[in-house]
């Protein structure tokens, strides 16, 4: 059975940076894609980026491209969001979801990470 | 950019009946590249439906996916108590958005 699990909860305060972790396992992980997905509070979702694990091709969103980083580590079958320079607006839950490489639909996704942060 | 607007904001119906909720984009989505996902309180989104009318693993055939161009609708037939809950709509033929959702109320 395909399942992510993510990292646990951060508070961080603004300007700092956060790193969250996403392990799949049931999957061969170099075969597809994961992308990174948010959600504000109380508010619909925002697409992140995504990263191809097989080959680490990268895609970012343009509104937060610059302060945003996705690698992977295909030894430990994880992927890693990196968010930088993190402002008040950041505060969100933020989902990692597994992808079939040249389609766009997003499933199954992780448990969600919530990052707060706050001065 | 695609921009998806949904509607209406929120539903508000009865188990047992059909909803109808609607989708459109600022722009056609080619080839039917659009996806409906599900998420109650405090949970993931689930896929529902994908290339705007195939139906996911494991989902019930009360879900029904159709349209295309910018006008795309999911139905749900026979409302369950447990499909109370957000709908999204996704594009994926330019980069990738999401709708503003759709909330399904007893």
């Known amino acids: 059975q395909v399942h992510l699990v993510q990292s646990g909860a951060e508070v961080k305060k603004p300007g700092a940076s956060v790193t969250i972790s996403c392990q799949a396992s049931?999957?061969?992980?170099?075969?597809?894609?994961i992308h990174w997905v948010r959600q504000a509070p109380g508010q619909s979702l925002e697409w992140m980026g995504w990263?191809?694990?097989?080959?680490?091709?990268?895609e970012y969103s343009k509104k937060i491209q610059g302060r945003v980083s996705i690698t992977r580590d295909t030894s430990a079958r994880t992927a890693y969001l990196e968010l930088t320079s993190l402002k008040s607006e950041d505060t969100a839950v933020y989902y990692c979801a597994r992808n079939v490489p040249r389609t766009g639909w997003l499933g199954p996704w992780g448990q969600g990470t919530l990052v707060t942060v706050s001065s | 950019e695609i921009v998806l607007t949904q509607s209406p904001g929120t539903l508000s119906l009865s188990p047992g009946e059909r909803a109808t909720l609607s989708c459109r984009a600022s722009?056609?989505?080619?080839?039917?590249?659009l996806a409906w996902y599900q998420q109650k309180p405090g949970q993931a989104p689930r896929l529902l439906i994908y290339?705007?009318?195939s139906r996911a693993t494991d989902i019930p055939d009360r879900f029904s996916g159709s349209g295309s161009g910018t006008d795309f609708t999911l139905t749900i037939n026979r409302l369950d108590p447990e499909d109370f809950a957000v709908y999204y709509c996704q594009q994926y033929d330019n980069s990738f958005s999401f709708g503003p959702g759709t909330r399904v109320d007893i």
């Open positions: 049931g999957y061969t992980f170099t075969s597809y894609a």
């Open positions: 990263i191809f694990a097989g080959n680490g091709d990268t």
């Open positions: 722009q056609s989505v080619t080839n039917k590249l």
């Open positions: 290339d705007a009318s």
